[in-house]
């Protein structure tokens, strides 16, 4: 198959890739462009690991052909923090211990910080909700939900 | 030497591991790339039971970029032997000798059971390869998928060599049980059934393995990295199944994505990966799918109980009998023998049962193979005693609480030997139980419960306690080495996965030589670091790595301590840990840094006596193991229209000695609960007569997501051990062995009024409401 460009801005960069038009943003962005932060842990759309945002939006990007994202903005975990400075999340994360292997965390983290762009004060059942397309298997979630609950406090009380 | 600065251990510190987690910066094996990777894809059986008649790979050659295609006749000459498998440890008879290569031959066995690979340039023409290679089955009728009737006589064998399908079994006897069950005032029968369950690791199973051929006379190199929870295990197995020298195999566990016991294997495909990458003299990187996961990786549980209990007229239990029923699966894979020969060691739980009769079968079945998970037998001993116990309260009109307090084994009587080779250590059965009734407020939830009844509502409260046995041996290791500079490099032979031990390790050694924990850096799972492990499962990293941690770290500071003496020319008996730095006692002034200290040992200024240089290998070996226990409430809701169970509330109280971290304590026990809970409400491994998986997509099998669970409601109790230095009992299983017949009992306990008093798990809507339909009269049906 004829190789096809793809350009897009990935993490605020631009990115031309010459692709496969077969192969999804997940692979292109794992191989192709060598951020390997967002994982694989199904490669059917029903663990989340592998969410990005696309234009703002979360997806999983093993379910999005990568030519999809032509002209498009993806942020991924190695996005997410702003310069050396952690996004919230990622410092209640790890105040809170959240993560155990680790596997899940980039996925839930692109979720959850989509969650409060959209939904800047949830309860804590909308933020179960917010995460429950991605699988975790360690944790319970309960740690993630109180992360999760203290920024968007912190969030909450600045608004 | 008096310790004068804070202590690290039982602190809530931060996890060490959590920066490179959450930026996606850490690397797990598939994050890997080596120049000239080749990738490896299997190709797998469709079939339960089938004959393979022949394998053509013409097509499957011709697809640009395909580098081999390998099958079991390619494989000649390959291995020194067989796969291994381990029955160690307890008597087991009738043990057949199982033949197994990393390829099928003449016979699949399970539906995944892999029978060629495909070698190529990339993923997606390797996949495409191994679609075109073609398989000549020949489906063998009624696949043996029920262990119960593959012991029937005429059931399809699985090995017509052995002229039975079962595999091994045991027969264990302690005291009189059938003058027991001669004078019993009252027998109790149950059969339960303990489902298999996938063990879903977010991060599949993978490796990449690099070869670097030798030169006449001098063997290649071997490098794996696999995702594996026994690096240095998969190392020596895998030297002596390859035949190459194991001083020239090197196995890297990088980070790992969870294990849970499934990870602890010697596998075909880490086997194949290997064979595949000396073949090619190329790095070949083998990526599961979660597809394969479900169908390929070992299934845990798969066990049949039928219990009958000999009782006084007050419920007291004098003698238990089980026949324990284990589904092993097509094929012995590692450690599958010994799943259901730890229930039978644990068979009296935490009640004083002076007679036992326990026997054991394991039985080979057209499924893929089981292996250790989250307990391994220990889930399964809880689990029927505790359905026991709510049957003797059920059949007695007693509350379950009080079932089992009159059967603890009571403090007195420990260490407390069970006549099956586990020596409890300590415990306080009671203490715990209160406890969990108190925090749960257990009086007023019986009483909301009577009014809830009264209004038809369908609410349940469930209680287990449990008793495990961890820590396994035979011994671990661990390196402290301060480094010229003062910065100290520790390694564990534990291999973490998620439990966070490169922080619990760095507290213990932070707490003994008094320095900061921001200066101790934790290295674990590379054997050519580390250089000795066992690994990490049966929650052992505390209570025998951290031992090991312990007499290194202490042996290094007695050696700094005299170090420090002879540059202050002061007694070593003077000398103290001072803010940081080695002091000599009421001498203002005269102190040295433990950076001094080091330069001083690696400089070859040491006192007459000691080497130069600062470190210690030590190895703990535990003269026995050790026994967490707990307490465990739940409250569930069933709406009796659509069967559908709420969790409202859950309460635990675990008693697993003193704890290192908290944080990372509660994080295990929620993990583990939740992973209990789920098999009790809504994970089954689901396989048709014919031996097709059915359950075999995230779509298809129930992991549990946030939305699902409540918050946890923790509470522990202390009763420490003298088995380890830290006095430590391990927490890694305790929630998933607690919780499952905690969430049973409470789904027994709300349908008690429909008259329902056995239910099977899994505790799904349809099952729930089929099982409530068929107790008020009706045929199940809408």
């Not at chain 2, 790339?33 to 299997?42: M, R």
């Not at chain 2, 790979?57 to 970029?65: F, I, N, Q, R, S």
């Not at chain 2, 489906?139 to 060599?161: H, K, W």
């Amino acid at each position: 198959m004829p190789r096809m460009i793809l350009a897009c801005t990935v993490n605020d960069e631009p990115v031309e890739a010459l692709i496969q038009p077969y192969q999804t943003l997940l692979d292109v962005l794992r191989d192709t462009i060598g951020l390997t932060g967002t994982k694989e842990g199904c490669g059917t759309g029903d663990c989340g690991a592998c969410t990005v945002h696309l234009d703002g939006q979360p997806v999983c990007s093993c379910l999005v052909l990568a030519m999809q994202a032509r002209g498009r903005a993806v942020r991924t975990i190695e996005g997410l923090a702003e310069g050396d400075a952690l996004h919230p999340l990622q410092d209640a994360f790890v105040r809170f211990g959240a993560a155990q292997c680790g596997f899940c965390i980039p996925g839930v983290l692109m979720s959850a910080a989509a969650l409060l762009a959209e939904n800047p004060s949830p309860t804590e059942e909308e933020i179960r909700y917010g995460i429950a397309g991605n699988l975790c298997r360690c944790t319970g979630y309960t740690k993630m939900v109180d992360a999760i609950s203290e920024v968007a406090g912190a969030a909450g009380g600045k608004a | 030497m008096t310790v004068a600065t804070p202590k690290m251990l039982g602190q809530p510190i931060k996890r060490r591991e959590d920066p490179r987690l959450i930026t996606g910066s850490s690397t797990y094996v598939d994050d890997l790339q080596l120049p000239g990777l080749a990738h490896l894809i299997f190709v797998r059986s469709p079939h339960g039971h089938a004959r393979v008649n022949g394998i053509d790979t013409a097509a499957a050659l011709g697809v640009p970029g395909v580098l081999a295609v390998l099958t079991a006749k390619d494989l000649e000459g390959s291995t020194t032997g067989p796969l291994p498998y381990e029955f160690a440890f307890d008597p087991f008879s009738d043990v057949k000798n199982m033949e197994r290569g990393p390829l099928a031959t003449d016979k699949v066995r399970y539906v995944g059971d892999p029978v060629a690979a495909v070698i190529a340039e990339t993923r997606y023409a390797a996949r495409d390869a191994a679609a075109l290679v073609e398989v000549d089955y020949e489906p063998l009728p009624a696949a043996v998928v029920d262990p119960e009737a593959g012991l029937a006589p005429g059931a399809p064998l699985l090995y017509e060599e052995f002229g039975t399908n079962l595999g091994h079994t045991q027969d264990r006897k302690v005291g009189d049980p059938d003058a027991a069950f001669a004078n019993a005032e009252r027998v109790v029968k149950l059969r339960v059934v303990n489902q298999r369950v996938f063990a879903v690791a977010m991060e599949t199973r993978g490796c990449v393995t690099d070869w670097r051929p030798g030169r006449p006379g001098d063997s290649g190199e071997l490098t794996m990295w696999s995702s594996t929870q026994i690096p240095h295990g998969l190392k020596t197995k895998l030297a002596v199944l390859l035949g190459v020298p194991e001083n020239k195999v090197r196995v890297i566990a990088p980070e790992v994505g969870g294990g849970f016991g499934n990870k602890v294997d010697v596998s075909p495909e880490e086997t194949l990966a290997a064979i595949a990458a000396m073949r090619l003299s190329r790095p070949v990187k083998w990526s599961e799918t979660r597809s394969e996961n479900f169908q390929a990786a070992m299934q845990g549980r798969g066990q049949v109980d039928i219990v009958e209990a000999a009782i006084t007229g007050d419920g007291r239990v004098t003698a238990i009998h089980v026949d324990a029923i284990c589904d092993i699966g097509g094929y012995y894979q590692y450690l599958s023998p010994l799943m259901g020969m730890l229930t039978g060691m644990m068979m009296p739980g935490p009640y004083d049962i002076p007679n036992i009769h326990f026997t054991l079968k394991g039985v080979l079945t057209n499924k893929t193979p089981v292996g250790a998970y989250r307990g391994a037998g220990r889930p399964e001993a809880t689990y029927l005693l505790e359905c026991l116990m709510d049957k003797i309260g059920h059949e007695l009109g007693k509350d379950p609480a009080e079932i089992r307090r009159i059967n603890f084994i009571p403090p007195e009587k420990f260490p407390y030997s069970n006549g099956l080779g586990a020596n409890y250590d300590t415990g306080e059965y009671v203490k715990a139980l209160d406890k969990a009734l108190e925090v749960s407020g257990y009086r007023q939830l019986r009483e909301e419960q009577q009014t809830a009844r009264a209004q038809g509502k369908l609410m349940g409260i469930g209680l287990a306690a449990y008793v495990e046995i961890c820590g396994f041996g035979p011994w671990e290791s661990a390196t402290v080495r301060v480094e010229p500079s003062g910065k100290v490099m520790v390694h564990t032979g534990t291999s973490p996965h998620g439990q966070g031990t490169e922080t619990s390790m760095a507290q213990i050694v932070a707490d003994s030589l008094g320095v900061g924990i921001d200066d101790i850096v934790v290295l674990h799972g590379d054997t050519a670091m580390t250089q000795s492990g066992i690994g990490t499962f049966g929650s052992r990293s505390a209570a025998v790595g951290g031992g090991a941690m312990v007499m290194a770290v202490d042996q290094v500071r007695d050696k700094a301590v005299r170090i420090a003496a002879h540059l202050l020319e002061a007694a070593p008996d003077d000398v103290e840990r001072s803010n940081g730095t080695f002091a000599v006692r009421g001498a203002a002034g005269k102190a040295v840094t433990l950076g001094e200290i080091a330069a001083a040992a690696y400089g070859g200024n040491v006192p007459t006596g000691d080497e130069p240089g600062l470190e210690s290998t030590r190895f703990f070996k535990p003269d026995d193991s050790v026994f967490p226990f707990g307490v465990h409430v739940a409250v569930v809701d069933i709406d009796p229209d659509t069967g559908r169970v709420t969790l409202r509330r859950f309460i635990a109280v675990d008693d697993v000695g003193n704890v290192i971290n908290p944080l990372l304590l509660d994080g295990q026990r929620h993990g583990g609960i939740v992973q209990g809970v789920a098999q009790a409400l809504c994970e089954e491994v689901v396989y048709d007569e014919s031996g097709q998986l059915v359950s075999g997509t995230l779509n298809d099998y129930s992991v549990p997501t946030a939305h699902m669970m409540p918050m946890f409601e923790l509470d522990r109790t202390v009763t420490t051990t003298d088995r380890n230095p830290l006095g430590v009992k391990g927490v890694g299983e305790a929630g998933t062995i607690g919780s499952t017949p905690t969430l049973r009992s409470a789904v027994v306990d709300a349908l008690l009024p429909l008259g329902i008093q056995d239910f099977d798990m899994p505790a799904t809507s349809v099952r729930v409401w089929k099982a409530i339909r068929a107790a008020s009269g009706s045929n199940g049906q809408a």
